[in-house]
């Protein structure tokens, strides 16, 4: 690990503050991807800023009948948190699906928003990688691109998201609340958080360098059934292969794209009256093959009508 | 940088470089070396220890966020002296060969029943809002963050339900 100074914030004004003041400044809540990355020198922030125990680690009723998620909850405590786990179980579904106990015991809110990609050939310095190194090539494109994405991938870049709440959040269309350095509270779909690689795969995110996320908000809990279904490699605490949310008519899918990746075709298909099969049919017109990664639209095409179903079960069960 | 951690009940005051990792703090500077480095990444659960109660990785953790934090390793669970309830079921149902991954072991499921006892819920949970049983696959799903090389598993899992009570 290179060397780094530390800082430990007590309110977010002086944590994003610290951000603008200095180069290289990167924030650290649980750590549990971040300080892994710094082992193997992927990351090497020059300060950190340790946000940890800012007071934001709450979980509180909205006005409109919502909850608002403080961005330090650890992943533990949401998932067993009684409102989520009454009002918005594909939350609590899928936050249980990733990880394991001891690192959903530390990981926040936030930083499982911000956690980077499993891509084999962003983990190996050896290797080339547009997202660790810009202009250094991918990969992945031409390699070992099993688990790589099917949607929205460019020539610079088939990494995927490998979050599994991210994927229930877009679903719910939970939306974002940050802090940025200048002061300025701003909140925004959370399907406008992160990007699509394009010709810049190391700029994951639409935050301004030093924001901060403080919050996540669920609109109340809409009609109808929801379900997370996730198939992996193993039994238990491995990346999704492929992952779907579904709450009423949104579906959303994991481990296929650079963000979670909300199925319009796919939803738009499903309110026109097309059966659950059609509908991600429709959606699969635009996944693309890399070569070792076809199966996964084999798997999507099957995954989603088998959470689509099981939702709607749930729903009539209401 | 100056942290103070409670260490096994114990204030312990640490001056370390900010690199320093929980575990190596743990290991290199307090001599506790029962906690083991396996991967060193968060992936095999050695280093499993409890902070505050709740179990973590202490290979993922720098010292210097634990300033004020109580921390139990495996010399606070037992001594040799005066083994805990959960470290003679290791040894009454052999629930190891080579040993190295057994404090971590320990650690992760005093961790383990605490949630169950708090009624957290895991992937095996079927209903989410009633009142969680240990059973075997609940059992095997929460300890999936700690490997065993020498494949104990069917005594680990003995051996956890030995000392779950009501839980199971």
Redesign the interface.
């Given at each position: 690990?290179r060397?780094?100074?530390?800082e430990?914030a007590t309110d977010a004004a002086g944590a994003v503050k610290a951000a603008a003041a200095t180069p290289n400044a990167k924030f650290?809540a649980g750590?549990?991807n971040l300080?892994?990355l710094m082992?193997l020198e992927i990351e090497h922030p020059a300060h950190?800023i340790?946000v940890?125990r800012l007071p934001m680690a709450q979980v509180e009723d909205t006005p409109d009948g919502g909850l608002r998620i403080g961005a330090m909850a650890t992943n533990?405590h949401v998932?067993?948190d009684?409102r989520v786990?009454?009002r918005y179980?594909v939350l609590?579904?899928a936050i249980?699906?990733g990880?394991?106990?001891?690192?959903r015991?530390?990981a926040t809110t936030g930083g499982n928003l911000l956690q980077r990609t499993r891509c084999a050939y962003f983990y190996d310095t050896t290797k080339p990688c547009n997202k660790r190194q810009p202009g250094s090539g991918c990969g992945a494109l031409e390699g070992l691109n099993r688990n790589s994405a099917i949607f929205g991938a460019s020539h610079a870049c088939i990494a995927t998201h490998p979050s599994d709440m991210a994927v229930a959040l877009a679903a719910l269309d939970a939306r974002i609340e940050t802090l940025s350095p200048s002061g300025e509270a701003r909140a925004f779909p959370i399907i406008e958080l992160h990007r699509l690689p394009g010709e810049t795969p190391d700029v994951e995110t639409h935050l301004i360098p030093g924001e901060l996320i403080t919050a996540v908000v669920l609109p109340p809990p809409p009609k109808g059934g929801q379900a997370y279904r996730k198939v992996r490699d193993r039994?238990?605490?491995s990346a999704g292969l492929a992952s779907v949310a579904v709450v009423g008519g949104a579906v959303a899918l994991g481990a296929v794209a650079h963000k979670p990746w909300r199925a319009v075709e796919a939803e738009s298909a499903l309110a026109a009256g097309a059966s659950p099969a059609e509908a991600i049919a429709a959606e699969l017109k635009a996944a693309s093959d890399n070569g070792r990664n076809g199966f996964k639209i084999n798997l999507v095409s099957r995954l989603v009508p088998a959470a689509v179903e099981e939702a709607r079960q749930q729903g009539r069960g209401e | 940088l100056k942290t103070t951690i409670t260490v096994n009940g114990e204030a312990r005051e640490l001056d370390v470089d900010p690199r320093t990792t929980l575990l190596d703090a743990l290991r290199e500077t307090l001599g506790l070396t029962g906690t083991k480095k396996g991967c060193d990444h968060g992936q095999c659960g050695a280093c499993t220890v409890l902070v505050n109660g709740v179990r973590i990785n202490s290979c993922l953790s720098l010292a210097v966020m634990h300033d004020g934090d109580a921390v139990t390793t495996i010399e606070g669970v037992g001594t040799v002296g005066k083994l805990s309830a959960i470290q003679q079921a290791f040894l009454t149902e052999d629930a190891f060969q080579c040993g190295y991954c057994t404090p971590g072991q320990i650690c992760s499921a005093l961790g383990m029943l605490q949630e169950v006892a708090d009624n957290w819920p895991s992937q095996e949970t079927g209903d989410l809002t009633a009142q969680i049983r240990l059973t075997d696959d609940e059992l095997r799903e929460r300890m999936s963050g700690n490997i065993c090389r020498c494949s104990a598993y069917p005594q680990i899992v003995a051996a956890i339900k030995s000392v779950a009570g009501e839980l199971a």
């Open positions: 690990v060397p780094f100074t530390y430990r650290l750590g549990t300080l892994d082992k950190l340790d940890g533990s998932a067993a009684a786990r009454s179980p609590t579904q249980v699906a990880g394991s106990g001891q690192l015991n530390k039994a238990s605490y | -």
